[in-house]
């Protein structure tokens, strides 16, 4: 139903042929990639060990990984997503981050878990952008997701515009996770990762529920 909406074998952003996804290959290769970033945060960085911020202060997750940089267009996409109901967009992000996911070298998680929203927040949008993004890369590299695995028990106001410290108060004790991530490699996504407070706090409750490995995974990153 949805594919009818895209033109077929046309690219979504400049109109040129393409043949596989929705999106010609010079414009796939002139999106924001990240090629090199920091294992433990995801921050591009021109090297491949830590970065001296993480080897200050390892995360509660065990590494971190965003196929962009939150950057033209894929930042317009995001927010297409997040507030003008964008599914063909997030199937297209997905779709693209499962290209990038599926050249790691690493073991791939058990479980994919998207951020979960406030259930108010749920009901005044109406869909959870997160889901919507992870549904289509698991569906491409036939992952399991598992969406009611995180509870958002606290309405907590937006982020944008906090500094570090008020986003992790802000934070603190807002989501819960239940066992059944208990003695799995799971991965959190999110649809950007800004500081990775939101990400930290949702895999300390997946620890505290047993998930023995914790990737935090988003689809950008703030540079
Ligand atoms: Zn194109
Ligand atoms: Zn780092």
Same mark, same amino acid.
């Given at each position: 139903?949805?594919?009818?909406? &895209?033109?077929?074998?046309? /690219?979504?952003? =400049?109109?040129?042929?393409?043949?596989?996804? %929705? +999106? *010609?290959?010079? #414009?796939?290769?002139?999106?924001? &990639?990240?090629?090199?970033? /920091?294992?433990? =945060?995801?921050?591009?960085?021109?090297?491949? %060990? +830590? *970065?001296?911020? #993480?080897?200050?202060?390892?995360?509660?997750?065990?590494?971190?990984?965003?196929?962009?940089?939150?950057?033209?267009?894929?930042?317009?996409?995001?927010?297409?997503?997040?507030?003008?109901?964008?599914?063909?967009?997030?199937?297209?992000?997905?779709?693209?981050?499962?290209?990038?996911?599926?050249?790691?070298?690493?073991?791939?998680?058990?479980?994919?878990?998207?951020?979960?929203?406030?259930?108010?927040?749920?009901?005044?949008?109406?869909?959870?952008?997160?889901?919507?993004?992870?549904?289509?890369?698991?569906?491409?590299?036939?992952?399991?997701?598992?969406?009611?695995?995180?509870?958002?028990?606290?309405?907590?106001?937006?982020?944008?515009?906090?500094?570090?410290?008020?986003?992790?108060?802000?934070?603190?004790?807002?989501?819960?996770?239940?066992?059944?991530?208990?003695?799995?490699?799971?991965?959190?996504?999110?649809?950007?990762?800004?500081?990775?407070?939101?990400?930290?706090?949702?895999?300390?409750?997946?620890?505290?529920?047993?998930?023995?490995?914790?990737?935090?995974?988003?689809?950008?990153?703030?540079?």
């Amino acid at each position: 139903m949805v594919d009818n909406f &895209w033109p077929a074998r046309r /690219c979504v952003y =400049c109109g040129g042929l393409s043949s596989k996804i %929705a +999106l *010609c290959e010079g #414009c796939a290769a002139s999106l924001p &990639w990240i090629d090199e970033a /920091c294992p433990g =945060c995801a921050r591009p960085q021109n090297f491949k %060990a +830590l *970065c001296s911020s #993480c080897l200050k202060k390892p995360r509660p997750f065990d590494a971190a990984w965003a196929a962009f940089r939150l950057d033209a267009p894929v930042q317009q996409a995001i927010h297409d997503v997040k507030y003008h109901a964008g599914f063909l967009q997030a199937r297209l992000l997905g779709e693209l981050m499962a290209q990038k996911l599926g050249r790691r070298a690493l073991p791939l998680p058990e479980l994919v878990i998207p951020v979960p929203l406030h259930r108010n927040r749920l009901m005044l949008r109406g869909y959870n952008q997160s889901l919507e993004i992870a549904q289509s890369f698991t569906r491409t590299l036939a992952l399991k997701i598992d969406a009611n695995a995180a509870k958002r028990i606290r309405a907590t106001p937006d982020q944008i515009g906090l500094s570090a410290a008020q986003r992790r108060r802000n934070l603190h004790n807002a989501f819960t996770v239940d066992a059944r991530v208990a003695g799995k490699h799971i991965a959190l996504l999110d649809d950007v990762m800004t500081t990775g407070t939101t990400l930290a706090e949702l895999a300390r409750a997946a620890r505290k529920a047993g998930a023995v490995r914790i990737e935090a995974w988003a689809l950008a990153r703030v540079p």
